[in-house]
């Protein structure tokens, strides 16, 4: 199982390798972008996209209503006793 964290892009650090920073939760990581980008999106267009972040790679963008939902169940799974 994968798991993915919601992050929004806040910039783009390098345009020719499809890097970016996101903010995750308050922390800012630079993240590869090159799942995400396309012709019709390119990496400049990406700043204020949300994101799923998991191991430094994009893997997909998000709306603002699955944010609300994915983090709701992070914080489910935070409160759990194992």
């Not at 922390?27 to 019709?40: D, L």
């Not at 998991?54 to 997909?60: D, E, N």
Request: net charge negative.
């Amino acid at each position: 199982m994968c798991l993915g964290i919601p992050g929004q892009i806040i910039a783009i650090s390098d345009t020719n390798h499809k890097l970016a920073i996101v903010n995750i939760a308050g922390v800012k990581r630079q993240v590869n972008i090159a799942c995400i980008v396309n012709e019709q999106h390119p990496p400049e267009k990406c700043i204020g996209d949300w994101v799923l972040v998991h191991v430094g790679f994009a893997m997909s963008r998000i709306n603002e209503e699955e944010v609300a939902e994915t983090l709701q169940l992070l914080e489910q799974l935070a409160s759990l006793s194992i």
